[in-house]
C-alpha cells in the first residue's frame, strides 16, 4: 500500500526515512530538505512583485455586496503571500506549484485563490498547507489569513462556497462525467525519470494515489471502493476537507463557476522537476468533456431543477 505514496521523495537518499514519516501525512510527502530546517522557513524570501492597486481591488465578487472581506485580503493578505509564497504560486505557476497568485493584480489574486477552493475557514488549505517545497505561513500570515476568512463567512452569509458546493450531488450527469474518461487517464515518464525507480510515473492510474481522495483529487474506477462517480453525487469531501466537486465545479462569489484545476495541475506537471508529481496530459477533448459536465450542472443548478 504504501509506495505508490513515495514519488516525491523519490530523491534518492532521503526516500526511506521520508517514506516512513510520511505515512498519513500528505504534506511531509513533499518536504524534500531544502537545508532551512524540517519545519519551513521563516523569514525566506520567496518574493514576486506585487501589484500596483487597481479598481478592481475594492469590487466584491459576483452576488457579495459587501466587500470588507475581499477589501481586507488586498491590504492584508495578499501583500505578505506575494513575500512568502510569490515566487513558485504566481501564475502560471513555477517548479511544479499551482498557480493562485498574481503581480497583475490582487483582484485577479483573489479570483485565483477562490477558484482552488481556498475561502474556507474551516478546511483551507492555505491554513492546512504547513511547509513543503515552499515555506509554513508565520503566525502573522496565519493570523491575518484567519481574519480575511472570518470576515469572508459573514460578508457571504449562507451562500459561502462549501453551501454552495454541499447541494452539487443530485445535479450531476453520469454520462457525461463519463465521457470525461478520467479512469483512462495515465501518466507518462518524463524524460529524467527512470521508470524503474519512480512511483507511479510509468502509465500509472490516477487511482494508484488517489481512490480515497487522497490530496483533495478523488480517482476511482469502483472495482473497489466508491466509484468516482458516486462519490461526487453524494457530495464527497476529501481528507483535506475540501469538496471532491471542486475540482470540475467551483465559486466565484455566490456564482458558481467551471473549475480548471484538473487541466491545471496538467499543465503544472509538464513543466515540473523530475520525481514532483506524475506527469500527465489533459487534451483539448478532456477539457471541452470537463467543462461540459461542468456548464450542465451549473445549468440545472442555476434553473433551480436541482440543489434544492
Ligand atoms: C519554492 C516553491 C514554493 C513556495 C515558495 C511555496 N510553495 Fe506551495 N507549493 C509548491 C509546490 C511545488 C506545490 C505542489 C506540490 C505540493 O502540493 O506539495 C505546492 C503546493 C501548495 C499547495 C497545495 C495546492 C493544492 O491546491 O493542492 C498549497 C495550499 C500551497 N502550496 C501553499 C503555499 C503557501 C501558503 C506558500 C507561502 C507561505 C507556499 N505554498 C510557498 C511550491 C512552493
Ligand atoms: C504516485 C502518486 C500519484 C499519482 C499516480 C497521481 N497523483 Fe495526483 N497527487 C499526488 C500527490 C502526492 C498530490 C499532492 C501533492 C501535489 O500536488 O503534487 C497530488 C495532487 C493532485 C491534484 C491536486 C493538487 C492540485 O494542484 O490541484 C490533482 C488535481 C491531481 N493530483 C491529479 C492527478 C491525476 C489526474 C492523476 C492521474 C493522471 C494523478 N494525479 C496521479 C499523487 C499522485
Same mark, same amino acid.
Given at each position: ?27 511531509? !510527502? ?16 520567496? =518574493?514576486?512583485?506585487?501589484? *500596483? ?13 459587501? %466587500? ?12 505578505? !503571500? ?8 504566481? *501564475?502560471?505557476?513555477? +517548479? ?17 485563490? /477562490?477558484?482552488?477552493?481556498?475561502? +474556507? ?36 452569509? %449562507?451562500?459561502?462556497?462549501?453551501? @454552495?458546493? *454541499?447541494? @452539487? ?5 453520469? #454520462?457525461? &462525467? ?44 469502483? #472495482?473497489?471502493?466508491?466509484?468516482? &462517480?458516486?462519490? $461526487?453525487?453524494?457530495?464527497?469531501? =476529501?481528507?483535506?476537507?475540501? &469538496?471532491?466537486? /471542486?475540482?470540475?465545479?467551483?465559486? +466565484? ?27 500527465? $496530459? ?10 461540459? &459536465? ?15
Amino acid at each position: 500500500m504504501e509506495p505508490r505514496r513515495q514519488f516525491i521523495v523519490g530523491l534518492a537518499a532521503i526516500v526511506a526515512a521520508a517514506a516512513m514519516a510520511a505515512c498519513g501525512n500528505s504534506d511531509s !510527502l513533499t518536504v524534500p530538505d531544502d537545508g532551512t530546517g524540517a519545519s519551513g522557513a521563516t523569514g525566506g524570501d520567496y =518574493s514576486a512583485p506585487a501589484a *500596483a492597486p487597481s479598481a478592481a481591488d475594492d469590487t466584491p465578487p459576483p452576488g457579495v455586496d459587501d %466587500n470588507a472581506a475581499k477589501v481586507y485580503f488586498v491590504q492584508n493578505v495578499y501583500p505578505a !503571500l506575494m513575500v512568502t509564497c510569490g515566487s513558485c504560486h504566481v *501564475a502560471p505557476g513555477n +517548479n511544479g506549484a499551482p498557480a493562485w497568485l498574481s503581480s497583475a493584480s490582487a483582484s485577479d489574486a483573489y479570483t485565483m485563490i /477562490e477558484a482552488r477552493g481556498y475561502i +474556507n475557514l474551516t478546511s483551507s488549505l492555505l491554513l492546512k498547507k504547513g511547509a513543503h517545497e515552499g515555506p509554513a505561513l508565520t503566525p502573522d500570515e496565519t493570523n491575518g489569513i484567519t481574519q480575511w476568512l472570518t470576515l469572508e463567512m459573514q460578508v457571504r452569509g %449562507n451562500a459561502t462556497p462549501a453551501n @454552495l458546493l *454541499a447541494k @452539487l450531488g443530485d445535479c450531476l450527469d453520469k #454520462t457525461k &462525467f463519463d465521457t470525461i474518461a478520467l479512469d483512462k487517464l495515465r501518466t507518462t515518464p518524463r524524460t529524467n525519470e527512470n521508470t524503474d525507480r519512480c512511483t507511479g510515473c510509468n502509465k500509472a492510474y490516477c487511482q494508484t494515489c488517489h481512490e480515497q481522495g487522497e490530496y483533495t483529487m478523488y480517482s476511482n474506477d469502483g #472495482t473497489l471502493g466508491t466509484s468516482t &462517480f458516486d462519490a $461526487l453525487a453524494s457530495n464527497m469531501t =476529501s481528507s483535506d476537507g475540501t &469538496f471532491l466537486i /471542486e475540482k470540475y465545479i467551483t465559486t +466565484n462569489g455566490t456564482t458558481l463557476v467551471p473549475s480548471t484545476a484538473i487541466s491545471d495541475k496538467s499543465a503544472v506537471t509538464q513543466t515540473g522537476p523530475a520525481y514532483s508529481h506524475p506527469m500527465f $496530459l489533459v487534451d483539448d477533448t478532456m477539457k471541452a468533456a470537463i467543462l461540459d &459536465f461542468a456548464n450542465d450542472a451549473i445549468t440545472k443548478y442555476n434553473a433551480k431543477s436541482c440543489g434544492q
